[in-house]
């Protein structure tokens, strides 16, 4: 079994950071990944990486401003945020799967999610 833990959500201005973690206990799957969903719109996968060679994705809409990585304990998935925007306002899953979620748009683990307020 595996469990995704988010932590770092939170209020920030138009243009502000914040970085969110995801600690994962249990057996280490081959992809982690960051979706975003906000009222009345679709879920979205924001960004990806694998474990086998750290390579990232990104959508489209955060490119250059999110970047992925996992933490020095190898556990921990890591989403720095900058030039955030009202638009990135939504709760953001952290989730986990054998295959890449920013491919497929599915994964088969999930965690409780953690809100992110852009907002002046």
């Known amino acids: 079994q595996v469990q995704l833990v988010e932590s770092g959500g939170g209020l920030v ?3 502000g ?3 969110l ?10 992809y982690y990944a960051w979706f975003r969903q906000a009222p009345e719109k679709e879920r979205e996968a924001v960004s990806c990486i694998s ?6 994705y990104y959508a489209d809409s955060v490119k250059g401003r999110f970047t992925i990585s996992r933490g020095n304990a190898k556990n921990t998935v ?5 030039s955030l925007k009202p638009e990135d306002t ?4 952290c ?5 890449n979620p920013c491919e497929s748009d599915y994964a088969e683990y999930w965690g409780q999610g953690t809100q992110v307020t852009v907002s002046s």
């Open 21 to 30: 973690s995801c600690a994962a206990s249990g057996f280490t799957l081959d």
């Open 78 to 82: 890591n989403l720095q945020m900058n």
């Open 51 to 56: 474990t086998r060679d750290d390579s990232t």
């Open 13 to 15: 201005q138009p243009g």
């Open 95 to 99: 989730a986990a799967d054998s295959l």
């Open 90 to 93: 939504a709760v953001y899953y």
């Open 17 to 19: 950071s914040l970085r």
